[in-house]
């Protein structure tokens, strides 16, 4: 069977990205180029494929399926342990690396960082951030996490940790985080493939926002910065929680490619150390 004859009898089951990505994670030398037209598929490509078709059907996430994520333009390992990584969260990494380039920032933690996307992007891309940390509560998460960062050679410190509690007396110039933030009952089937830990903020949404809000101060350095992710109708929410805290400034509120708010950044702005 030709890869195209298999690419049009099946264009109607896969979403076009992801038939896109699938046929470039198996044929990396193809493209769309005269392979695609004239490629051959045998007997174990095929069944392979049909695998994958099966398993996307029963609507497991397709980077599961392949075991792989690409974000901020770097291919991450995941597996059920992590959060499949989010386009939403690239823009959060955007904001804190123009805040990293602008403040000559060296030192930075992605708290709950499950694959350590966010990590792994910035230490690839601020090469003066000279001490990266990532933790998270997950044994599994980190192994994955762990797996990441040696793959892509990078200096980061992995730390087994329930939010802060692991750092003791350690301070950060900046701390990144994805956090769980969505309503409990909000979990519905679309996301029943993925870890319920890196989704559960909660009957509102907001138990671990509101932990990282309190938590933070006591491990930034002052003028540090807090850049978080919420969720797309959390930021009223937010903002009042934010206002409770005297040792906060906003910085900015970022907005997401469907014009949600989707992220803050605060400063810290009193000099207060435990
Ligand atoms: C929304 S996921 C974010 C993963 C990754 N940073 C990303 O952006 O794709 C949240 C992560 O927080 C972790 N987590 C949940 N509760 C935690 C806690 N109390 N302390 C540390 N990590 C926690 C989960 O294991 C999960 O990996």
């Given at each position: 069977m030709r890869l195209k004859g298999w690419l049009d009898s099946n264009s109607r089951v896969f979403m076009a990205r992801d038939l896109r990505y699938i046929v470039k994670s198996f044929f990396p030398a193809c493209g769309l180029g005269s392979f695609y037209d004239s490629g051959f598929l045998n007997n174990d490509k095929v069944q392979c494929l049909e695998n994958i078709k099966r398993l996307y059907l029963e609507k497991i996430p397709l980077a599961y399926i392949l075991g792989k994520e690409e974000f901020?333009?770097?291919?991450?390992?995941?597996?059920?342990?992590?959060?499949?990584?989010?386009?939403?969260?690239?823009?959060?990494?955007?904001?804190?690396?123009?805040?990293?380039?602008?403040?000559?920032?060296?030192c930075v933690l992605d708290l709950c960082c499950g694959s350590a996307n966010i990590a792994i992007s910035i230490k690839k891309v601020a090469s003066q951030c000279r001490d990266v940390f990532a933790c998270d509560i997950s044994a599994a998460a980190l192994a994955v996490a762990g797996w990441n960062v040696c793959s892509h050679k990078a200096d980061i410190k992995l730390v087994r940790s329930d939010l802060l509690s692991g750092f003791r007396s350690q301070q950060f110039s900046m701390i990144v985080t994805n956090p769980p933030y969505v309503e409990s009952k909000a979990i519905d089937s679309s996301l029943?493939?993925?870890?319920?830990?890196?989704?559960?903020?909660?009957?509102?949404?907001?138990?671990?926002?509101?932990?990282?809000?309190?938590?933070?101060p006591f491990y930034l350095k002052k003028d540090g910065y807090l850049v978080m992710e919420i969720g797309?109708?959390?930021?009223?929410?937010?903002?009042?929680?934010?206002?409770?805290?005297?040792?906060?400034?906003i910085v900015k509120w970022i907005k997401d490619y469907d014009n949600n708010w989707r992220g803050i950044i605060l400063k810290k702005t009193i000099d207060y150390r435990p």
């Open positions: 901020y333009g770097i291919e991450f390992k995941v597996n059920p342990s992590v959060l499949v990584p989010r386009k939403e969260t690239e823009l959060i990494v955007e904001e804190a690396l123009d805040i990293i380039d602008r403040d000559n920032i060296k029943r493939h993925e870890p319920r830990v890196a989704l559960d903020g909660g009957v509102d949404g907001l138990d671990i926002i509101k932990k990282v809000l309190l938590q933070a797309y109708n959390q930021k009223e929410a937010v903002n009042s929680l934010i206002e409770r805290f005297a040792w906060y400034k």
